[in-house]
């Protein structure tokens, strides 16, 4: 499958944005969605995850209650929502997917497939 991240840009402190990631190829509803972020000289960090079907998420307790991740299977998207954005969520976001686990979520390194990511800045 691959995977295209869109909708970074350059916001204000608790401001909203939208990433969306859209997937070509493959079963998507096959696989659980998660997104990640990175900063230069960091390790990629977790950012929230979904299941294929949509109805569990997962999230990072940085994000939690400020970003929401959903899903349209029929149009092979993820979504992800991030409100009350602060300078600390800059990065590059990734989406990624993974299609293997059956129990629990996947770790980073159980990824198969990574979008290009997007760049995503929030000023102060």
């Known amino acids: 499958v691959q995977l295209q991240a869109s909708g970074g840009g350059l916001v204000q402190a608790g401001d909203s944005l939208r990433l969306s990631c859209a997937a070509s190829?493959?079963?998507?509803?096959?696989?659980?969605m998660g997104w990640f972020r990175q900063t230069p000289g960091r390790e990629r960090e977790f950012v929230g995850v979904i299941s294929r079907g949509g109805g569990n998420t997962f999230y990072a307790d940085s994000v939690k209650g400020r970003f929401t991740i959903s899903r349209d299977n029929a149009k092979k998207r993820v979504t992800l929502q991030m409100n009350s954005l602060k300078p600390e969520d800059t990065a590059v976001y990734y989406c990624a997917a993974e299609s293997q686990t059956s129990s629990g979520w996947p770790l980073k390194y159980d990824y198969d497939y990574w979008g290009q990511g997007t760049q995503v800045t929030v000023s102060s």
């Open positions: 190829g493959g079963t998507f509803s096959s696989y659980i």
